[in-house]
């Protein structure tokens, strides 16, 4: 098993988590070619919404089991391992993206409770720091590189061609986000803790979303990943590349800047020491830890033939915190509700004004400059 910090790290599978394996094993047995009974099974301890295991068979073969929760859950189509299994099938059928390869999918509830899909188990890296600080410079560089050069190979996917014209809608990628998010952000701040007293609204979102209005980038269409960032990287053990992206639950059809924007959204992050939010933002390019931002983005602009410097590229990094301001107002929400009391989540919960505060300084920034363009030509 790889080392802690490569992010690979199980434990005994967690209590409310076990799966049955005398219920498993005949299932296993007749639908992945080889496998060999009896399955030790522990839970990874990232991939928290969709519980994630470590199968090992008898002959030491590893693979990866992910499913849905158990009991009811909140939405119809959140935790969607069945669209994971669909588009990790067809990729590692019909593209050179790196993924890992997909065995079987059940959606029969009464196997193990939940339906659930069984996958290779990657044997690599996974870097949760996105500076990559324990290697060395130059393989740090070679790392983002090479996150860079995959994610600019999947926007360049056909996705009808491979079989997923029906995975999302074409355009109007950003507008549905934010109007959805709007919505979701709303009913979060109507929830009350054991007081009555409601989390209330995000600070600034009806400012934000008029401003989203008014600089929303042009649209395009791409699969999108949903959460593309370097921890939901696996590396080769030694090699400075990638070879396999997980956590597909969010992907769809959609503007392949969000994902590239979800990538180098630390950039735009004020460097501040000791705080959960510390990012890059501030620090000269020659002291940066990995790569210069425009260095990343110039390489994806080329690497899919896309104009560079990006227009309205800002839009896209307001957005990106947005999006993160409504996940953690969520957290927020069910810390008040007492589903979430873990200190992790109080800590996350604690940032919401903060990374909505990043997105609303950005709109005032752009506003500013907008408007000094403006007057220059009158």
Excluded at 187 to 203: C, L, N, R, T
């Amino acid at each position: 098993m790889a080392p802690k910090e490569h992010g690979q790290s199980t434990t005994d599978v967690r209590k409310g988590y076990q799966l049955e394996p005398q219920h498993l094993e005949p299932y296993l047995l007749k639908t992945v070619p080889g496998f060999a009974v009896p399955v030790k099974v522990s839970q990874f301890k990232l991939g928290q919404s969709n519980p994630t295991y470590l199968l090992t068979d008898a002959k030491n073969q590893r693979y990866v089991l992910r499913k849905k929760p158990a009991g009811a859950l909140l939405s119809s189509t959140a935790h969607a391992v069945e669209r994971e299994y669909r588009i990790l099938k067809a990729l590692g059928e019909n593209s050179d993206v790196p993924v890992p390869k997909v065995y079987t999918l059940c959606e029969d509830a009464s196997v193990i409770g939940t339906p659930f899909y069984v996958m290779e188990f990657l044997q690599g890296r996974i870097f949760s720091d996105v500076t990559l600080s324990k290697l060395p410079y130059e393989e740090r560089r070679l790392c983002w590189i090479s996150a860079i050069d995959t994610l600019a190979k999947l926007h360049k996917v056909d996705h009808v061609a491979i079989g997923l014209e029906s995975y999302g809608k074409p355009v109007g990628f950003y507008r549905r986000q934010i109007a959805s998010l709007s919505k979701v952000s709303a009913a979060q701040a109507a929830a009350k803790d054991a007081d009555g007293v409601e989390v209330g609204p995000i600070a600034g979102m009806e400012q934000l979303a008029t401003w989203f209005k008014k600089y929303e980038v042009k649209d395009s269409t791409s699969i999108v990943h949903g959460d593309y960032k370097m921890d939901n990287l696996v590396f080769h053990p030694t090699e400075s590349r990638v070879i396999g992206i997980l956590d597909w639950e969010l992907s769809t059809i959609g503007h392949p800047f969000s994902d590239l924007a979800n990538l180098v959204n630390p950039y735009y992050v004020p460097a501040m020491e000791g705080s959960p939010m510390g990012g890059l933002k501030g620090i000269a390019d020659k002291d940066l830890p990995i790569p210069p931002v425009n260095t990343l983005l110039e390489r994806y602009c080329q690497q899919t033939s896309r104009p560079y410097p990006i227009e309205n590229w800002m839009f896209c990094i307001a957005f990106s915190f947005f999006r993160l301001a409504v996940i953690l107002h969520g957290i927020k929400a069910r810390v008040a509700r007492g589903q979430a009391s873990s200190a992790e989540a109080v800590v996350y919960a604690a940032l919401v004004d903060s990374v909505a505060g990043l997105a609303i300084e950005i709109s005032q920034e752009e506003g500013q400059t907008s408007g000094q363009a403006r007057q220059s030509k009158l």
